[in-house]
């Protein structure tokens, strides 16, 4: 089985900062992609930003337009690690930010299975 830890989370104030972090664990062949969600309270969850092709030569990266340039996910290839740089937060990307990750386990390669963390709650408030 795969686990996804997130870790990061809080509270800032409009104009601030914050870091997530998501480590996936676990019978991992592979991670083809993996990146960030987030559901805000009574809305559908959305993509922010996920890396592509994660474990090609040449990973692509979808992000949403409404963090573009504010946002960005780096990654740790070696310790299946993403993290989320928030930066000029708007009390709009307040809601719970959930960790993807496309991956290939141990027994079932080539398969891909969608793996979900727990989530962890951004507020962005004054």
């Known amino acids: 089985q795969v686990q996804l830890v997130e870790s990061g989370g809080g509270l800032v104030q409009p104009g601030g900062s914050l870091r997530l972090s998501c480590a996936a664990s676990?019978?991992?062949?592979?991670?083809?992609?993996m990146g960030w969600y987030r559901q805000a309270p009574g809305k559908e969850r959305e993509l922010v930003t996920v890396?592509?092709?994660?474990?090609?030569?040449?990973?692509?990266?979808d992000i949403a337009d409404s963090v573009k340039g504010r946002f960005t996910i780096s990654r740790d290839t070696a310790k299946n690690t993403v993290y989320l740089q928030m930066n000029s937060q708007k009390p709009e990307d307040t809601a719970g930010y959930f960790c993807?990750?496309?991956?290939?386990?141990?027994?079932?390669?080539?398969?891909?299975?969608?793996?979900w963390g727990q989530g962890t709650q951004v507020a962005v408030s004054s």
């Open positions: 993807y990750a496309k991956v290939a386990e141990r027994g079932n390669w080539p398969s891909t299975v969608n793996c």
């Open positions: 676990g019978s991992i062949v592979s991670v083809s992609a």
């Open positions: 890396i592509t092709r994660a474990d090609d030569a040449n990973p692509t990266t």
